[in-house]
């Protein structure tokens, strides 16, 4: 093992990003590709990690969004695709990542937030992280240009990469069915928008 190199916000080195991706479906079995070569990896979308050679071992993403809630602009940042390549747990390197993403935004932001798994809601507490109550929707929707309900499209978003992916899809064209992964916010003890 070479030393780990800290490196963050390469979309544009393609043996890191390829590496990234790799990483992204071994752990999570989720494809970037698709995603990226839609223009969807925008300059909003941070992966902060750690390299061995040419190889991503270890990753926090950061998503800085603006939120509408309750009428009022909020700026907020989610973290996500928080995953360390198999060979590498056990070295406290998700927890440098996540020191690392907090320092850098401090009081830079209304809202941090993220989505958790059952496996990992004792691991950012410790960041300052609390559950919150989450509650799942979903709605019956015609698009106008549509005039058969046969053409409603179905979209299932299941965590906070698949919304990512999504957001930007017009909310008439699509059925939202819901998150479904608990909800995580620093400092704040509801989520209401």
Known sequence: MQELIFMKNYKNNEVLRKSFFE??????EINFEDWYQQGYWGER???????????????????ILELIIHGEKKKAIQIGTVMTHPDYQ???LSTRLMN???????????YMYLFANESVLDFYPKFGFKPVEEHLFSMDY???KSPEPANIRKLN???AEDYVLFKNLHRKDYLFLGISQPIMLKEYSCFIA
Do not use: C, H, M, R
Not at 23 to 28: D, E, G, H, I, R
Not at 45 to 63: F, L, M
């Open 90 to 92: 056990g070295k406290g």
């Open 100 to 110: 690392k993403v907090l320092e850098e935004y401090d009081n830079k932001y209304d």
């Open 45 to 63: 979308y941070i992966p902060y990690s750690y390299v061995d050679g040419d190889q991503v071992i270890a990753n926090v993403s950061v998503n």
């Open 23 to 28: 990483l992204a479906v071994n752990t999570f």
């Open 142 to 144: 015609t698009a106008k």
């Open 157 to 159: 978003v299941t965590n």
